[in-house]
Structure formats: C-alpha cells, structure tokens
C-alpha cells in the first residue's frame, strides 16, 4: 500500500471512529424468544392474554413498554430465571395479545396483570416495567398494592407532560417504531389491523397517566425510579420528579443509555435489576 493510501486509510478509519454512534444511538435487535420457557394465554377482561413463564422462585413480572412484545426482555429472563419464577406479559393488543373494543386505560392494562396472576395463582409477585410497563407498575403500586412487591420502573412518565415534544423523529425511535410494526404483524392475532390499533392506544397516550402529587405520595410499595441519561422520550427532570414525589423511592441513571437501555448495556441493566430485587 502506498504511503498516501496509507494516509487516507487511515484517515478514513480516524473519520469513522469520530462518528461511530454511541452506544445510546443504537437500537440492537430484539432477543429472541427464550428457549424453554412455557407459554400459554389466560382469559382475562374479555381478552386472550400471552404469556411466558420460565425459572423457579420469587415470581416477577416483566411488562413491556407501548407497541412492543413480550421478546424484548429476553435478556433479562435469562438473568433473572435462576433465583426467580419470571412471567414475560404481552399486553393487551401487543405481541400475541388480542384486544377488543374498550379504551386502553393505564387501570385497565394493570387490571389485566392481576388477571394473569389470577390466572396462575400468584398471590403476589414483582414488577419489572419499560415505559408504559413502568407506567402499568405504578399503576399496580396504586390501585393494588396487596398484589405486588417491589417495582422497577424504568423509562416511566406519570404525566403526558413528562414526555418530550416529538420523539417520534428521534432517528433511534422512528427506528423503534418501525420494527415494532413489522413485529406486530409477525406476532399479532390481528396482523393487519397496526394503524388501528396505534390509533386506539393513543387515544390513552394524550391524556394519561395524569396521576397528581397526592396519589404518588400515596404509595407505599418500595420503588425503584430508573432511567437511561440519554432517553430520547422522557424529560430527567421528571423522571427526578418521580422519584422526589413517592416517598422512599430510589432514583437511578443508568450511563449512556436510552429509553432502550436493557438492549443497549444488558449487563449494567441486569446488574442494577438483580441488586434492587434481591436486597432486604
């Protein structure tokens, strides 16, 4: 190789390094399903409800945030199946779940969850939420607080005004949004009906959760409040909010990650997950 191939090689390495997206940027792929884990629906609110049960011990569920599936947690059911009985939950309309005509309510998909732990007799388990998870977990801490232990709220919005203006042209987002359709069609019971269903959940998404001071002061359930620092959707300064509001809650910010963190750095996500769950 010529020295000014050499230069221009190099330059073009040093180029690329320089603007080599940063780990919050990116958006891996989805996990595939987890080998082995027992799947079933339960009939709940008038719905089929998917579900994924794997592990033995203390039981936790995981809840997936708007639009996506059950899948995207397999990285931490894999982590969290050796000292626990994990339950992966679709919500209604999402993944493998079929929905009906009743509005989508933050009270109504929490309503679900007790369902499926109905439906499992499960007296009480662990909540493990990703933004409208999250949102549902709260919800749980709220309204049915004998049903659930701790909750790890990640990437949570209490008000719509916690939400940033137009995330949906985040190019990471958009690109989220895009893989979320072509999943629902893979999954779905209803493959062809996404842009209905994205109409009927935001319908919900522009006025709640609108869940005031006093109701969060409420809450008695040990919480954690977590939060990647660069999440393209929701504002720090209320994820500080929430956490400042109900009383005993920890706040954590996970470095460079997103709103996608348990993707991007499952190792640091699992990490702060298995610390929060298993200590007294």
Known sequence: MSRRLLAVACLMLSFSAVHAAE??????????????????????NGIKVYYTRTGHGSPVVLLHGGLSNSDYWGNQVKALAAKHTVISIDSRGHGRSS??????????????????????????????GWSDGAIIGIDLALRHPNRIGKVFAFAANTQTSGVKDAVEKNPTFA??????????????????????????????????????????????????????????AIKREHTEYIAATIPGAGLLI????????????????????????DSK
């Open 99 to 128: 929905r009906n005509d009743k509005p989508y309510g933050y009270d109504l998909m929490a309503d679900d969850v007790v369902g499926v732990l109905d439906s499992l007799k499960i007296p009480r388990a662990d909540i493990v």
């Open 254 to 277: 996970l470095p460079n990650t997103s709103h996608f963190a348990f993707l991007q750095d499952p190792a640091l996500f699992n990490a702060a997950l298995l610390d929060f769950l």
């Open 23 to 44: 780990r919050w940027e990116t958006l891996p792929p989805t996990p595939a399903p987890v080998a082995g884990a027992k799947t079933g629906y339960a009939a709940v």
């Open 175 to 232: 690109a989220f949004i895009e893989r979320a359709g072509k999943e629902y069609a893979k999954l779905s019971p209803t493959p062809k009906e996404y842009d209905a269903f994205v109409e009927q959940i935001s319908h919900m998404w522009t006025s709640q959760p609108n869940w005031t001071d006093a109701q969060l002061a409420s809450i008695k359930t040990p919480i954690l409040v977590v939060d990647g620092d660069h999440d393209e």
